[in-house]
């Protein structure tokens, strides 16, 4: 069984920063795509930010300019750079990731962290 763990979340003042990070362990062959979502209370899950396995990143416009995606992949681990946060940017932060396990090979499957909250005060 793949997991995705993630840590990093609290409470900061706006102005503030925090590093998400979240590991993925298992039976894992390969991973694909990592990325950041995040959902406001009663608002649907949004795109934060993707990077690809070589690198290529996408982030929401909301976000540009403040926030960092990277991977280790020796790790298998994916960190959110999050800086100049606003409180709008308060939410649960889910990592997800497309990895190719020992159930799903050749194929991949999506995976879902447990979400870590994220507070930012004014």
């Known amino acids: 069984q793949v997991q995705l763990v993630e840590s990093g979340g609290g409470l900061v003042q706006a102005g503030g920063s925090l590093r998400l990070s979240c590991a993925a362990s298992?039976?894992?062959?390969?991973?694909?795509?990592m990325g950041w979502y995040r959902q406001a209370p009663g608002k649907q899950r949004e795109l934060v930010a993707v990077i690809t396995s070589n690198g290529s990143t996408k982030y929401a416009d909301s976000v540009k300019g403040r926030f960092t995606i990277s991977r280790d992949n020796a790790k298998n681990t994916v960190y959110l750079q999050m800086n100049s946060l606003k409180p709008e940017d308060t939410a649960v932060y889910y990592c997800?990731?497309?990895?190719?396990?020992?159930?799903?090979?050749?194929?991949?499957?999506?995976?879902w962290g447990q979400g870590t909250q994220v507070t930012v005060s004014s």
């Open positions: 298992g039976s894992i062959f390969s991973i694909n795509a």
């Open positions: 997800n990731a497309d990895i190719t396990d020992s159930a799903s090979f050749p194929k991949f499957s999506t995976y």
